[in-house]
């Protein structure tokens, strides 16, 4: 079975500082994707970030970059110089090819930037 | 990135009334549409995935009765809650597959905040 596990329930992370939020992921699947998604308080999922399994330099989207680890199965969502609009939930998603470009989500991690 | 309009935002109804969800992609095709639900404080869970021209495939426990999809046009899915209970109360969410490239992506709506009395 696939899964996600996203360890931390919550992070605080202070102002114009960097934070990581882990991902780990289970597959046999040779080819797949992964996903982070901001979800701020007003509950629309924003797309962040993608990492094809078969990319071989880390992705980067702006403040957001993901270091994927493909022997250890994780993809860790890295932003960088914290914004107090970072305040959300982050969730890692894994999109396996071979069932329908589903998504599996993982539980999810509650970011706090302090001012 | 891509757009997906979700309405309505908010719904409030009574139990037994029948409530329609619409999703639409606003800037690309989707033969793909996607229904996920979510609990407080909860992660995402698939109900079901929505293809245009064709059934709906629900996962293991959704009730297809229940919760009626229709994926009509390239653009637009709806979700029908039929005779709403007070535990429909949820928070839905519809994402659009948008294929290009490698990538592939799901974009969502805003999502609707059902709450049944």
């Known amino acids: 079975a696939q899964k996600i596990t996203q360890t931390q329930p919550g992070m605080f992370v202070q102002e114009k500082e960097a934070v990581t939020l882990d991902c780990t992921y289970d597959t046999s699947d040779q080819s797949y994707g992964l996903f982070w998604y901001k979800q701020p308080s007003s509950g629309e999922m924003i797309f962040l970030i993608y990492?094809?399994?078969?990319?071989?330099q880390n992705a980067t989207e702006g403040r957001y970059s993901l270091n994927f680890q493909k022997a250890r199965k994780s993809a860790n969502l890295v932003i960088s110089a914290s914004q107090l609009g970072d305040s959300a939930m982050y969730f890692c998603a894994m999109r396996y090819n071979n069932a329908g470009n589903m998504l599996t989500f993982g539980g999810g991690t509650r970011l706090m930037v302090k001012p | 990135g891509a757009v997906v309009s979700q309405h309505p935002s908010r719904v409030i109804c009574k139990s037994g009334t029948s409530v329609k969800i619409e999703c639409r992609s606003l800037?690309?095709?989707?033969?793909?549409m996607f229904w996920y639900r979510q609990f407080p404080k909860k992660s995402l869970m698939l109900m079901a995935t929505?293809?245009?021209?064709?059934?709906?495939?629900?996962e293991q426990g959704v009730e297809k009765d229940k919760f009626l999809i229709n994926h009509a046009s390239l653009t637009l899915s709806t979700l029908t809650v039929t005779s709403a209970h007070p535990e429909d109360s949820s928070f839905y969410i519809c994402s659009a597959f948008r294929t290009g490239g490698a990538k592939n992506i799901q974009y969502f709506g805003a999502g609707t905040r059902l709450s049944v009395l």
């Open positions: 929505s293809n245009e021209g064709s059934k709906a495939t629900y």
């Open positions: 800037d690309f095709q989707a033969t793909t």
């Open positions: 990492q094809g399994s078969y990319d071989e």
